[in-house]
């Protein structure tokens, strides 16, 4: 059974930092893309990063600022994304999921959700 787990959101001021982990079981990391989103309140679910080991692909919201990165533990089968210099418009549930190899910045071509971690950002 294919489950994906998201953790690590909190309440940050501006300018801090967090780690998002998505702890994922049923499927192989290696042979599937795994998208990070978010979603705000009133806005529609967008792409925030992905990674694929099928074709080597990364996709960054924000590139080339460079605030967040992804990155794969093989190991605990654990994707996790590194977001700094955090802003209030990062406020958002943020959301893991998975594809079959290859990245895709659409929500709805991704099979598989954890059920969101939310992160929020003020002073």
């Known amino acids: 059974q294919v489950q994906l787990v998201e953790s690590g959101g909190g309440s940050v001021q501006p300018g801090g930092s967090l780690r998002l982990s998505c702890a994922a079981s049923g499927f192989t990391l290696s042979a599937n893309a795994i998208g990070w989103f978010r979603q705000a309140p009133g806005k529609e679910r967008e792409g925030v990063s992905c990674?694929?080991?099928?074709?080597?692909?990364?996709y960054y919201l924000d590139s080339p600022q460079g605030r967040f990165t992804i990155s794969r533990d093989i190991a605990k089968n654990t994707v996790y994304l590194q977001i700094n210099s955090l802003k209030p418009e990062d406020t958002a549930v943020y959301y893991c999921?998975?594809?079959?190899?290859?990245?895709?910045?659409?929500?709805?071509?991704?099979?598989?959700w954890g059920q969101g971690t939310q992160v929020t950002v003020s002073s």
């Open positions: 999921a998975v594809r079959p190899y290859k990245c895709d910045d659409s929500p709805t071509r991704y099979s598989y």
């Open positions: 990674s694929s080991d099928s074709d080597g692909s990364t």
